[in-house]
T-cell receptor, first 117, second 112 residues
Framework: ETGVTQSPTHLIKTRGQQVTLRCSSQ?????VSWYQQALGQGPQFIFQ???????GRGNFPPRFSGLQFPNYSSELNVNALELDDSALYLC????????????????FGAGTRLSVL | AQTVTQSQPEMSVQEAETVTLSCTYD???????LFWYKQPPSRQMILVIR??????QNATENRFSVNFQKAAKSFSLKISDSQLGDAAMYFC?????????FGQGTRLTINP
């Protein structure tokens, strides 16, 4: 158990809808990263939040957005869902100091399986 | 951009034997971290082992060890005394610029 929890575990949406996924970070961690894992692929970095600010973004369109709250939990929002958004969405928490390059371990949650019909 | 390549989509091993999973990566950085993560059917990524690039000594964690060849940009994982619980997807990952870059994964099957 990593102490990182994600909700919901499964979600079914239709194309064009909007979805919000949630992540509670491990106690003592201040950084949350989100990854998208398509079936049979390795996870792809979406973005990272450090102290409530976006701190790096992968090659994902602006309809993927996020938030981090004062308690360091985080949300991933996806607007205008497309069929290709169907994937496992993983959240990982870690501890960073002063925004410096993370040299600490990222601990993952069990993910949210999103299906877009 | 950093890339990570796992050339073995699937591997199998007899219980109690040893298996090695391969990983190569590409980067222009000199200081970085490399990881092996395990993803069982429960979907949760579990850290298996971590290697710091500036350390020449290969990391070990119980039955798991790595062969880190910095010049060749190679980072293989050796699992000794394989157990049924080792069956999972294994991902090699490079840590750079606050993000992890993952390979495509290797599915490991343990034969009893």
């Amino acid at each position: 158990e990593t102490g990182v929890t994600q909700s919901p575990t499964h979600l079914i949406k239709t194309r064009g809808q909007q979805v919000t996924l949630r992540c509670s970070s491990q106690s003592g961690h201040n950084t949350v990263s989100w990854y998208q894992q398509a079936l049979g692929q390795g996870p792809q970095f979406i973005f990272q939040y450090y102290r409530e600010e976006e701190n790096g973004r992968g090659n994902f369109p602006p309809r993927f957005s996020g938030l981090q709250f004062p308690n360091y939990s985080s949300e991933l929002n996806v607007n205008a869902l497309e069929l290709d958004d169907s994937a496992l969405y993983l959240c990982a928490s870690s501890l960073m100091f002063g925004g410096a390059r993370a040299k600490n371990i990222q601990y993952f949650g069990a993910g949210t399986r999103l299906s877009v019909l | 951009a950093q890339t990570v390549t796992q050339s073995q989509p699937e591997m199998s091993v007899q219980e109690a034997e040893t298996v090695t999973l391969s990983c190569t990566y590409d980067t222009s950085e000199s200081d970085y971290y490399l990881f092996w993560y395990k993803q069982p059917p429960s979907r949760q990524m579990i850290l298996v082992i971590r290697q710091e690039a500036y350390k020449q000594q290969n990391a070990t964690e119980n039955r798991f060890s790595v062969n880190f060849q910095k010049a060749a940009k190679s980072f293989s994982l050796k699992i000794s005394d394989s157990q049924l619980g080792d069956a999972a997807m294994y991902f090699c990952a490079y840590e750079g610029a606050q993000k992890l870059v993952f390979g495509q994964g290797t599915r490991l099957t343990i034969n009893p």
